[in-house]
């Protein structure tokens, strides 16, 4: 079983639709989460931390929850700019201060 | 402009023929890291460096070398390809040891081990 594990997608939504993604951790120990965006080939870039409280910024809205091991991403009003690969990322603060992550999911905002 | 960067962006090459993806960051951060990424793996990381000459592996070291001898640098060596070192290549750095530290790539190296 994976570490980090994602839905691969794609997920095809309108413009102006909402979308949630999930993402289940199975190290317990883990500590830090994020989610990276990455466009067509190119590097990951961060699209937001994840909080135990949960936070926003913007249209996007990370949560976390860690009883069930998941965190989850929600996009208000998509725009055809959000299409992209979102990388789920969990971190733990050990010796080796890795960050696991996952597979991605693929978002297409269609107009 | 604060960056990673990496090279060469495409390399294509015949197995067994060493090479060397460089990496360098202007940033004066700790911590580097290289990761590969395949269809449906996601990143996994080969080898990291928390200072100047301290490296250690990571999940899929096999195959791979590295050296950090400048703060700056953190080149990844192949010193003989095999096809199934095929892949898109990230270096990745950030200012300090945590996890919850942003991450800075570089845009990639696409390597073809034919």
């Not at chain 1, 990455?38 to 699209?47: A, I, M």
């Not at chain 1, 055809?80 to 999911?105: I, K």
């Not at chain 2, 192949?78 to 200012?95: D, G, I, K, M, V």
Request: with cysteine; glycine share 8%.
């Amino acid at each position: 079983r994976k570490e980090v594990e994602q839905d691969p997608g794609p997920f095809n939504v309108p413009e102006g639709a909402t979308v949630a993604f999930n993402c289940t951790y199975s190290n317990s120990a883990s500590q830090s989460f994020f989610w990276y965006r990455q466009d067509c080939r190119k590097e990951p870039k961060l699209l937001m931390s994840v909080y135990s409280s949960g936070n926003e910024d913007g249209r996007f809205t990370a949560q976390l929850n860690r009883a069930s091991q998941y965190i989850s991403l929600l996009i208000r009003d998509s725009k055809l700019s959000d299409s992209a690969t979102y990388l789920c990322v969990g971190g733990v603060n050990n010796a080796g201060n890795m960050l696991t992550f996952g597979g991605g999911t693929r978002l297409m905002v269609k107009p | 402009e604060a960056q990673v960067t990496q090279n060469p962006r495409y390399l294509i090459t015949v197995t067994g023929k060493k090479l060397t993806v460089t990496c360098s960051q202007n940033m004066n951060h700790e911590y580097m890291s290289w990761y590969r990424q395949d269809p449906g793996l996601g990143l996994r990381q080969i080898y990291y460096s928390m200072n100047v000459e301290v490296t250690d592996k990571g999940d899929v070291p096999e195959g791979y070398k590295v050296s950090r001898k400048e703060k700056r640098n953190f080149p990844l060596i192949l010193e003989s390809p095999s096809p199934n070192q095929t892949s898109l290549y990230f270096c990745a750095s950030r200012q300090g040891l945590a996890t919850n530290e942003k991450l800075f790539f570089g845009s990639g190296t696409q390597l073809s081990v034919l």
